[in-house]
Each structure stands twice: as C-alpha cells, then as structure tokens.
C-alpha cells in the first residue's frame, strides 16, 4: 500500500458527512430504486487460536496469514464472501469472527511497486460523504501498522470498540477484501494520477493557510494526520456505486489514528473538494475537527441547501475548491446566483433564509476575495458591489485563518469578516457586498407626520454608504396609500439608510437590521417621521451643529475659560425631527468620544440637545490627561434660517442674561496624572456668569449644511 507521508502539504477533499446516529439498513421500497444485494457465504474454516505471542495461522481459503502478537484464545472462524454489496466473486472478501481475546493481525505480501489496500466493510457513519449510497456501511480502507519487508501489516478491528472521542455505535469489523493495483494496469495508473493530484492540490493550498500555521500542517500530514488515499473501482456489476468520501475516524477502532481521502475512479474530479475537508481536519486537530464531524450535512446536500447555518463542514472543501479551481461545483461563489442555482433558480430571500443555505459562509468568504466592482445578484441582474481593497494573497490567508479558528456558524463568520476589515477601515462594504449576494431583507413600515397622522404618496429606498459613495437599492413605484404604509422588497443588511421621497425633497433616516434577523422574516420599521415642514426640510439638509456657548466660565483654580464648550457636532443623523451624532477617534496615544442627542420639535422652532465628550492622551514620561464635559440645552427657541456661500444654515440664538435658563445642565473636569497615577493637575467647572459687564455671552446653536 503507498501511503502519502512525503507530501510537503497536507489536502482535504469535499463529502457529505452522514448523520453520527445509527441508521436503518435501505432495501428496495418500490420506487424504482435497486435492492440492497445480499451476502453470499462459501466455504469457511474454523481454527484454534494460537497461544503463543506471535502465533500464526495460515488460510487456504484466503491465501492469508493470520498473527496474534500476543497470543490468542477461543475460535477464528473464516468465512468466504463470494457476493455482496460492492463486491463480486474474484475479489478475495472474507468476514472474520472471532471472539477471543488477544489483538488479531492480516499479514499481506506486497511488492513495493504495485498499490495494496486492505477494507473493512465499515458504518459509513465514519465518513464525509458526497452522495448518499444504496448502504449504510462501505469499503473503507484501514491503514498499515507496520511493513516488514515484503509484508505489510494491518491489525484487525474486529473486538469490542476500545474508548475514544468517537462514541459512535460498534460492534466490530466482520467483512474484509485485500485490493491490489499491478504495476503498469489502469487502475495503478489512475492511481499514481490522483496521488499526485492530491500532492500537487496540497502542496498548492498551502500557500492560501497563514504562514505562522504552515510548520504544523506540514508537521501534522506527514505524521500523526497523514492520510491513506484510496481509489475503489466502481466495477459495472456492482448494484451501486462508492462515492468521493472523507475519513476522519482517527480513533474510532480504538486502534491507530488514520484519516483517509476516497477518490473512486469514477470521481476523480473531487480531488480538491476531499483534500479541502482534509486540511481543515489538519487546521483544526482531532479535538477541534470532533465537533463539525458530529454536525454534519445530510448525505444528499448541496449548495443552497437549508439548515447549514451552523454546519459549516462543507465550506473549508468549497474553499479549497475555490482556491485550486476558481470555481465551486462549476459555479462561481462571487456570484450571487451561486446559491439560487444550487437551490434550484427557485428560491429568493423572501422564501427562504439565505444565512441558512449550504455554501453562504463559501459565499462571503468570495466576495471579500472578488475584484469585480459588477456582479449578478441573487435576482440576476448586474449590480455594482464594493470591492475590499489589499493583497489578494493576505486575503486568502485570512480566510483560512477563519477557518482555523475553528468557526462553526454562518453568523461567526460573518462577525470574524467584519473584525478583520474594521482593521483595513472597510467594514463598511460589508452591507453592500452581501445585500447582492442574497442577505437581503424585505421590510414595512408606516409613514407619519410630525403629529403622528399617516402621510400619503411617500416613497424610499435602501442607501448603504461606503465613504462617499452611496450603493442605491430601489424605490417601490407605488406610493405610501392612506393609512401611510409602505414596503420594500430588498433592504441592505446591518446599518444602513431609509431615504424617504416626499413633496420634492428626501430625508435620510438610519435604520438597522441585526445580522440574527433571518432574510425570510419580515422587519417591520413601525412609525417613520417624514418632515413635511419647510423648515425640518431645510434642517434635513444639515449635517453639522456649530455649538458656541461664548462667555466667562469659571472654574475652581481660578481661571475663566470663555470658549471651552465650542464644539462642531458632527456627522448629524436625522430621524424625523430628532437627530444624533456619535463619533470617535482611537489613536495610539490620545482617544476620544463624541455623543450628541437631540431634537427641534415637530415643527423645527424648538432646539433641545445634549452632548457628553470625552478626551484623554497619553505623552512621554508616563503623563495622562483626561477631560470630559457634558452639556444640556432645552427648548432654545428658533431664530433664523439663511443661505451662505450656497449652503444652508439654521440658527438658534440668545444671549446675555436671557441665555442662562436655557442652559439646564453643563459640568466639566480636567485631570492630569504622573506615571505613578498621582494627579498633579486637576481643575472643574464651577459656573457661567452670562450677565458679566463687557463680556461676550452668545448662545448660538447653528446647523449647517
């Protein structure tokens, strides 16, 4: 038997993993499909286990030799197979019983230039398949626990299971064939061609798995991990066939940890899928690996299948996938039409949820690696999407490192994406890129007025920004009726904007989905505001507040800071007639936050706000200054609107004596600290004296556009 051991890299192969429970046995049901064939027994031969450590007992009916390492006991009984699933005449099959104690070992004689296997006739349970077979168990094949000379040795699973982390139900390997590929036969060619396929797919995916993680992979596929390839023939007698399969039963005899890659001959274009589950077998470990063998999909699965929002141990095979090939299943993952055709071209993110199809997370992983700025959406029509910026190579690192961390959710591979392009300052994209690919949302609300009543002919869309660009979803052609409501059928996911249309003006209102709002439900956004006020229009158009409060502050060592409370409050998001800013900075050396909240009233002519700031920086020699201040203005009433440089302004003045009551809240303090912690300068404020002789004293609030 060769075996792969001098791969420099380890590859994985895609399959259907089947369920971890024990499953009933298929037979034919009338609908057309085949029965199961039956077992057909010839001779058998019943032998004394040797005693002895080391004691062999040599088959005529098989031409094998028998070994017990450390001595048997009871009965050895020897069954011929002459016919059964998978399995005819000439093939050699045997099934053993015995129940005696001792280990039990098949000695087979190998020239080192043909391919020997040995199979065991196991619970396909053991296995990542891609397709769903006729039986619940199939040839697998065991790997060698030593080779002496011409002679390659397997030890025999045929006791009690032994303890390990598999925990699934056992009762002992029974049927056996040996499977020989001569040197120079098409089946040892074909062979030699899918060993070196699998070679070259990992030594090629390595590149894509982080450089700080390449040491153990390599470490791990040509030691404790390194997998047996096996290529079964599909003979044309047999009923039905063995398809692709990933083998990651480390311990699941109890006996030698070994995971196996089954390409059969008929499927040698699933090479790149299996050696994807592998690799992520080698990323994860035994242990971390434990948990998505035991979550598996369905054996009949395939993209756009639902309910794989928390399996994803299909998605690292259609990584790898990606990586070697460029496609998935002949179907390009950027896409948005990759799920819908997987799902049959009848689906949409109104019937089902798109988070929860076969492939999403294969999906985001391609749009943050896409350089196409146009792509198909999930409805087939061309958009213009976001492209993430930065080395394609680092990229696909990044993905793998996802991958490695052990992600085992739709929803945590979403979050992890967005980690890691917050660093690049492009999570913004995020909204705009997976709306096109189907993580879209249909939504309602009701239009209403300042007054609360409903408002008639409005229309909306979805707006994403990304920096200055605005990603436009679209409008609905009929109009809010009577009673205000209104729908859309595609709304960006996350934070983003309702942009309402009504009389000749828009207004911006921010709305957010939660990525755990599944695409199929509906959200339903209640009351929205409309302005349909001249002045909310013009303060609509306003995206900052001058906020100037000019006059002698006084604080408690003494000194009067006359403008310390001037600040421009930006960038300002309005929802009807109230309004927010939440902004920030975190630098290496200094941090700081901004929160505004406020409102003009239902019809503008009434200011009430309130801000909280927050500074601190740290500077050579371990000094520390923080400052925070907070300030409330109520009811401050409105003074004028105006044009300037053809910019609109809205002000909201007093001052003197009449600015003080308006002013219902303000506190302040300034500390400096050492590198020990003491504070070695502190001063807070203490109060305003509005009515000062020959002082300024403006309260002067002013939007601006």
Known sequence: ??????????????????????????????????????WVYGESQVYDAPAAPGGRIVDPLTGRTFRFPA??????????????????SDEGAFEIIYEGSGSLEILIDHDPEDVDFLVGYLPLDYAVQE????????????????????TLVFELPVGAKKAGAMSLPWSGVKKFKPVRYKKGTANEVLFAQIEQNVREAMNTLINAVPASRRAQVQQDVNGPLSPVLYVPQNRSAYVFKSTPKYVPYWDSFGLVSQCAIVIPDDATGSVAHEVGHYLHHVLLGNSGYLGFFR?????????????????LIEEPAYLAEYYLKGIVGGLGPEKGTFLTNGGGGSISPISVDYRDLEGMTMVLFAAILREDTEIRNYANELVTVPVVQGSREQLWQDCYEIVALGTSGVLAARDKI????????????????????????????????????????????????VGATEYRLPTRTRESDGTGTYGLSEFFPGANTLRIYYDGDSTDVPKTIPWTTPTNQQVDFGDVSVANDELLRKLHRC?????????????????????????????IVWDGYTFSVRDSLHGTNNHWWLTVDGDVGTDGRVLTVEYTYYYKVDFNGGIHDE???????SALPYTQDYIHMGFQHVQYLTSGGEAAPYVTAIDAEYVRTNAEGDVVDQFEYISTDWTQAGAIADLDLTFGE
Not at 295 to 311: T, W
């Open 543 to 571: 995206d900052h507040l001058a906020f100037n409060m000019r006059a002698p502050h006084v604080w408690n060592d003494g000194e009067s800071r006359d403008r310390h409370f001037e600040h421009n409050l930006w960038p």
């Open 418 to 465: 967005e980690t890691l392009l917050q660093n690049s300052g492009q999570a913004d994209k995020i909204p705009a890129m997976l709306q096109a690919i189907g993580w879209n949302h249909h939504i309602v609300c009701r239009f209403v007025d300042g007054n609360g009543d409903p408002l008639e002919g409005v229309t909306a869309r979805a707006i994403s920004k």
């Open 627 to 633: 400052s925070t201040m907070h300030v409330r203005i």
């Open 71 to 88: 001595g048997g006991s009871g009965l050895l009984t020897i069954l011929q197979l002459e016919s059964g699933p998978q399995t005819e």
């Open 131 to 150: 397709g769903e077979e006729l039986d619940t168990s199939g040839w697998l094949p065991l790997k060698s626990t030593a080779g002496q000379g011409d």
């Open 295 to 311: 979550n598996v999909r369905p054996n009949e699965h395939h993209v756009g299948m639902a309910g794989a929002l928390n399996q």
């Open 1 to 38: 038997m060769r075996r792969l051991a001098t791969f420099i890299i380890v590859w994985v192969a895609l399959c259907a993993l089947s369920g971890c429970g024990e499953r009933e046995r298929l037979t034919s049901d009338g609908s057309g499909d085949p029965a199961l064939p039956e």
